[in-house]
Nanobody, 119 residues
Framework: QVQLEESGGGMVQAGGSLTLSCTTL????????MGWFRRAPGQGRELISA????????FYAPSVDGRFTISRDTDTDTVRLQIISAKPEDTAVYYC????????????WGQGTQVTVSS
């Protein structure tokens, strides 16, 4: 069983920076594709960034491309999402997710961490 523990959420002013972290427990993360989703108030869940199990492939949604950076550290089983130039529309609950690299859908989810960007 894989458990994901997120940290790093909080409040930041528009234009500021924030880094979210997700630590994988129960299974080495090197075999897992990792993703970050977010759910803004009144909206559905959106995949905003992902990184492949080997770290060679990344994905960014157009809304965050150029401002968010995903990275992974297999030594500490941690995936990070660095946010710069934060916008009020980035306000959401952010979720870390994981799946085996052979799977299509994400199977494990973190509890979510709130990010609030004030204007």
């Amino acid at each position: 069983q894989v458990q994901l523990e997120e940290s790093g959420g909080g409040m930041v002013q528009a234009g500021g920076s924030l880094t979210l972290s997700c630590t994988t427990l129960g299974r080495p993360s090197m075999s897992l594709d990792m993703g970050w989703f977010r759910r803004a108030p009144g909206q559905g869940r959106e995949l905003i960034s992902a990184i492949s199990w080997g770290g060679l492939s990344t994905f960014y949604a157009p809304s965050v491309d150029g401002r968010f950076t995903i990275s992974r550290d297999t030594d500490t089983d941690t995936v990070r999402l660095q946010i710069i130039s934060a916008k009020p529309e980035d306000t959401a609950v952010y979720y870390c997710a994981a799946k085996p690299h052979t799977a299509y859908a994400y199977e494990w989810w973190g509890q979510g961490t709130q990010v609030t960007v004030s204007s």
